[in-house]
């Protein structure tokens, strides 16, 4: 049998920033990735990748949040793992269950029963896909716009990883974060992302206020944006 041909492909890899206009600076990174199914395949690309990144800016520390990638922080960190305790009615969700269960769409949503699934179970729920356009999203009647686009899910990751303070210390030594999940044509929300502004508001010791929404949208909005919304073809949630 022929082989196939590994790939050459871009990810962002998402940089906290302490010193700039920006919080965090997003980059496109080429590397290779290895064709197959394989974890072993996974590993070498997500390897390939912190490789050309180390190379590029020097970094010693990068973390990537992928399920493959082989650093114990990855798991508690995943949106899928990572809980923030909603105050309204004192339970846990995850972060994905919580955007999920949030979201409003032209002819349907939230749909709150969301947060009580599996969350990949809430991400690939028929009803996101089948409700229309999306309209904002409504966190127990905390109601939100769509745009600035990625503000309320960072809102959501950052106050959940604040509620998980003995991650802190560890996560706040990297660099530079990367997800070779995400696909910034496909989606523009992403923990790595999230992650790095969690970082950068942390060490900039801003991290007071972010519980309220609107002094979390200000603070965001002082400072230049840097993401992949360039990215997004025509279709993505």
Same mark, same amino acid.
């Given at each position: 049998?022929?082989?196939?041909?590994?790939?050459?492909?871009?990810?962002?890899?998402?940089?906290?920033?302490?010193?700039?206009?920006?919080?965090?600076?997003?980059? /496109?990174? /080429?590397?290779?990735?290895?064709?197959?199914?394989?974890?072993? *395949?996974?590993?070498?690309?997500?390897?390939?990748?912190? *490789?050309?990144?180390?190379?590029? =800016?020097?970094?010693?520390?990068?973390?990537?949040?992928?399920?493959?990638?082989?650093?114990?922080?990855?798991?508690?960190?995943?949106?899928?793992?990572?809980?923030?305790?909603?105050?309204?009615?004192?339970?846990? =969700?995850?972060?994905?269950?919580?955007?999920?269960?949030?979201?409003?769409?032209?002819?349907?949503?939230?749909?709150?029963?969301?947060?009580?699934?599996?969350?990949?179970?809430?991400?690939?729920?028929?009803?996101?896909?089948?409700?229309?356009?999306?309209?904002?999203?409504?966190?127990?009647?905390?109601?939100?716009?769509?745009?600035?686009?990625?503000?309320? =899910?960072?809102?959501?990751?950052?106050?959940?990883?604040?509620?998980?303070? *003995?991650?802190?210390?560890?996560?706040?030594?990297?660099?530079?974060?990367?997800?070779?999940?995400?696909?910034?044509?496909?989606?523009?929300?992403?923990?790595? =992302?999230?992650?790095?502004?969690?970082?950068?508001?942390?060490?900039?010791?801003?991290?007071?206020?972010?519980?309220?929404?609107?002094?979390?949208?200000?603070?965001?909005?002082?400072?230049?944006?840097?993401?992949?919304?360039?990215?997004?073809?025509?279709?993505?949630?």
């Amino acid at each position: 049998m022929e082989e196939v041909p590994n790939t050459i492909e871009q990810r962002p890899v998402f940089m906290p920033k302490v010193n700039s206009d920006n919080l965090v600076k997003t980059d /496109m990174v /080429m590397f290779e990735r290895h064709v197959g199914f394989a974890t072993r *395949q996974k590993k070498k690309s997500i390897n390939d990748l912190q *490789q050309v990144i180390r190379k590029k =800016y020097g970094f010693k520390h990068v973390l990537e949040l992928s399920s493959k990638s082989g650093n114990k922080l990855s798991f508690p960190l995943s949106p899928f793992s990572l809980k923030i305790t909603d105050e309204h009615d004192g339970n846990p =969700y995850s972060v994905e269950n919580a955007f999920q269960a949030s979201m409003v769409f032209e002819d349907g949503g939230p749909y709150t029963d969301l947060l009580t699934v599996a969350p990949r179970q809430a991400r690939k729920d028929e009803r996101l896909m089948t409700s229309g356009e999306l309209i904002g999203y409504n966190y127990f009647g905390m109601e939100w716009g769509v745009e600035p686009l990625t503000t309320f =899910y960072d809102w959501l990751y950052v106050n959940a990883l604040k509620q998980n303070p *003995q991650l802190h210390e560890e996560v706040i030594q990297y660099q530079g974060f990367t997800d070779i999940t995400f696909n910034p044509q496909k989606s523009i929300h992403s923990a790595a =992302y999230a992650l790095a502004l969690f970082v950068a508001l942390h060490k900039r010791e801003l991290l007071d206020n972010v519980e309220d929404p609107m002094a979390f949208y200000d603070l965001c909005n002082n400072f230049k944006i840097s993401n992949t919304e360039h990215l997004l073809e025509e279709g993505w949630i």
